[in-house]
């Protein structure tokens, strides 16, 4: 089945830097769209950033210029460069990949299958 693991968060200051991994197995990692979400204590989890199979790159709002998300197909991993971290952004990332191609990449209900997240903390 289709495993999804990610490594990377953990605690910095305002301004710093992180850099994410999603690691996938299960199956042709490639063709499919990958995504990058979060949630913040209290708050519903939200879209961050995605890449579809063909390259296409879609971020939220509040992390354009910030953020980078990439993949490396040959190593079945999707990156997200997190950089000039504010303290808002302490949540708990999750990685995401759908079963099918996806119309709605922004939508959480689009992704069949989840990592079990990793913690980023920026601290003030």
């Known amino acids: 089945q289709v495993q999804l693991v990610e490594s990377g968060g953990g605690l910095v200051q305002a301004g710093g830097s992180l850099r994410l991994s999603c690691a996938a197995s299960?199956?042709?990692?490639?063709?499919?769209?990958m995504a990058w979400f979060r949630q913040a204590p209290g708050k519903e989890r939200e879209f961050v950033s995605a890449?579809?199979?063909?390259?296409?790159?879609h971020y939220a709002e509040f992390v354009k210029g910030r953020f980078t998300i990439a993949r490396d197909n040959a190593k079945n991993t999707v990156y997200l460069q997190m950089n000039s971290l504010k303290p808002e952004d302490t949540a708990v990332y999750y990685c995401?990949?759908?079963?099918?191609?996806?119309?709605?990449?922004?939508?959480?209900?689009?992704?069949?299958?989840w990592g079990q997240g990793t913690q980023v903390t920026v601290s003030s």
């Open positions: 995401a990949a759908p079963r099918n191609y996806i119309l709605s990449i922004a939508t959480m209900t689009s992704y069949n299958y």
């Open positions: 299960g199956r042709t990692f490639s063709n499919y769209a």
């Open positions: 890449i579809r199979s063909g390259g296409t790159i």
